[in-house]
């Protein structure tokens, strides 16, 4: 049963209660957990939802399952409503059933989605301002190039701070045909428009219709410094970037209003841009206001291990029909709650969460 978790404050905000997007404790009737790689049992008084685990259960193709549903939602909706994955290149090639050594394009997913935002390909992993491994870059670039032959867009999401690094950063994206943003923390440290270098690379008085014709992009993860909704809204509309990826709330209960999404829209000249919702389908956190006190790991029975080095963030089971309803196909969901303020698309972190159900925490990257 849904329950809202907005107040009804909220309604002075022009919030429809078809458009909460703290959608919703769930019923936590379940199947297996697993936590550290270990499968949990359910207690004896918990009837098992029957799902999909078993010999022939595989997490990449059920995350690309989720994905699909999502865009076909959305789009529902709204016909050219963006999808963008958050890392998972992976996801974009299947083995070949008739011989597992051959990689072949994952066509209907990626027919699905609109581009790719990888996290660390050329700086960032294991450390800020560090170059990235070159098995690890030279992987990510062929996926990259799988990418761009389906017609995907492919962003690149690096992390530095000294500006030597952040120019070669700048420059390793755009030798290969990508869009990159640097920025100079991680995670919800991303806070700021960064001060380096002083205006977006490839800036330019074009309205942006569509992913493919953006030449640069901002990424804020956490907008509260900014002030309040207005605040940030016009602070942001002072600059030229061709598309901004804001976290659909700013603080807990307080998602952007529709006005300052639509002041979002427009660049500094004039000219139109994108404005892309941040959205984590992999990972429950407990900052997030679907979250209820007294959920823990194993409790709801979906949500798994803590994530490495943030206690306040769980793996979940992605595919049971709990954590679904929360995300995406209904009118209480964050998906829906995100066409409906007015966002241009949405950036689907936690896409590559398949990792630790395939082989545990070891599989799992950790961007710091």
């Given at each position: 049963?849904?329950?809202?978790?907005?107040?009804?404050?909220?309604?002075?905000?022009?919030?429809?209660?078809?458009?909460?997007?703290?959608?919703?404790?769930?019923?936590?009737?379940?199947?297996?957990?697993?936590?550290?790689?270990r499968?949990?049992?359910?207690?004896?008084?918990?009837?098992?939802?029957?799902?999909?685990?078993?010999p022939?259960?595989?997490?990449r193709?059920?995350?690309?399952?989720?994905?699909?549903?999502?865009?076909?939602?959305?789009?529902?909706?709204r016909?050219?409503?963006?999808?963008?994955?958050?890392?998972?290149?992976?996801?974009?090639?299947?083995?070949?059933?008739?011989d597992?050594?051959?990689?072949?394009?994952?066509?209907?997913?990626?027919?699905s989605?609109?581009g790719?935002?990888?996290?660390?390909?050329?700086?960032?992993?294991?450390?800020?301002?560090?170059?990235?491994?070159?098995?690890?870059?030279?992987?990510?670039?062929n996926?990259?190039g799988?990418a761009?032959?389906?017609?995907?867009?492919?962003?690149?999401?690096?992390?530095?701070?000294?500006?030597?690094?952040?120019?070669?950063a700048?420059?390793?994206?755009?030798?290969?045909?990508?869009?990159?943003?640097?920025?100079?923390?991680v995670?919800?440290?991303?806070?700021?428009?960064?001060?380096?270098?002083?205006?977006?690379?490839?800036?330019?008085?074009?309205?942006?219709?569509?992913?493919?014709?953006?030449?640069?992009?901002?990424?804020?993860?956490?907008?509260?410094?900014?002030?309040?909704?207005?605040e940030?809204a016009?602070?942001?509309?002072?600059?030229?970037?061709?598309?901004v990826?804001?976290?659909?709330?700013?603080?807990?209960?307080?998602?952007?209003?529709?006005?300052?999404?639509?002041?979002?829209?427009?660049?500094?000249?004039g000219?139109?841009?994108?404005?892309?919702?941040?959205l984590?389908?992999?990972?429950?956190?407990?900052?997030?206001?679907?979250?209820?006190?007294?959920?823990?790991?194993?409790?709801?029975?979906?949500?798994?291990?803590?994530?490495?080095?943030?206690?306040?963030?769980?793996?979940?089971?992605?595919?049971?029909?709990?954590?679904?309803?929360?995300?995406?196909?209904?009118?209480?969901?964050?998906?829906?709650?995100?066409?409906?303020?007015?966002?241009?698309?949405?950036?689907?972190?936690?896409?590559?969460?398949?990792r630790?159900?395939?082989?545990?925490?070891?599989?799992?990257?950790?961007?710091?």
């Amino acid at each position: 049963m849904a329950i809202a978790a907005y107040p009804r404050a909220l309604a002075a905000m022009a919030f429809s209660a078809a458009i909460v997007f703290s959608a919703l404790a769930t019923a936590q009737t379940d199947g297996q957990v697993r936590s550290q790689g270990r499968v949990i049992s359910p207690d004896e008084n918990q009837s098992p939802t029957i799902g999909p685990i078993g010999p022939l259960f595989e997490p990449r193709e059920e995350m690309r399952k989720f994905i699909q549903n999502i865009s076909t939602f959305a789009r529902r909706y709204r016909r050219n409503f963006t999808v963008i994955t958050q890392n998972g290149l992976a996801l974009l090639t299947k083995s070949d059933s008739g011989d597992e050594t051959q990689a072949l394009p994952a066509r209907t997913y990626m027919r699905s989605i609109d581009g790719v935002l990888q996290e660390a390909m050329f700086y960032g992993l294991p450390e800020m301002d560090k170059p990235t491994t070159k098995d690890r870059r030279d992987a990510l670039l062929n996926l990259a190039g799988v990418a761009k032959k389906g017609g995907v867009k492919v962003l690149v999401l690096d992390y530095a701070k000294t500006p030597k690094t952040i120019d070669a950063a700048y420059r390793a994206s755009r030798a290969k045909g990508l869009v990159g943003f640097v920025a100079p923390a991680v995670g919800l440290e991303i806070n700021a428009v960064p001060r380096y270098p002083r205006y977006p690379a490839g800036a330019n008085s074009t309205s942006i219709i569509s992913l493919k014709s953006i030449k640069n992009f901002l990424y804020i993860r956490d907008s509260s410094a900014f002030g309040r909704q207005d605040e940030f809204a016009l602070k942001l509309h002072g600059n030229n970037f061709d598309a901004v990826v804001v976290d659909i709330f700013r603080r807990i209960g307080e998602p952007l209003s529709k006005r300052a999404v639509e002041t979002l829209k427009f660049k500094k000249l004039g000219a139109r841009r994108l404005v892309l919702a941040y959205l984590n389908i992999g990972a429950a956190e407990s900052h997030r206001s679907y979250w209820k006190s007294h959920w823990r790991e194993g409790s709801p029975l979906w949500i798994s291990a803590p994530y490495p080095g943030d206690a306040d963030k769980y793996f979940v089971e992605f595919w049971r029909p709990e954590w679904r309803n929360i995300i995406n196909g209904n009118a209480d969901s964050y998906i829906y709650g995100i066409v409906k303020q007015g966002f241009d698309g949405v950036v689907l972190d936690g896409v590559d969460a398949y990792r630790y159900f395939e082989g545990g925490m070891e599989a799992v990257e950790v961007v710091r």
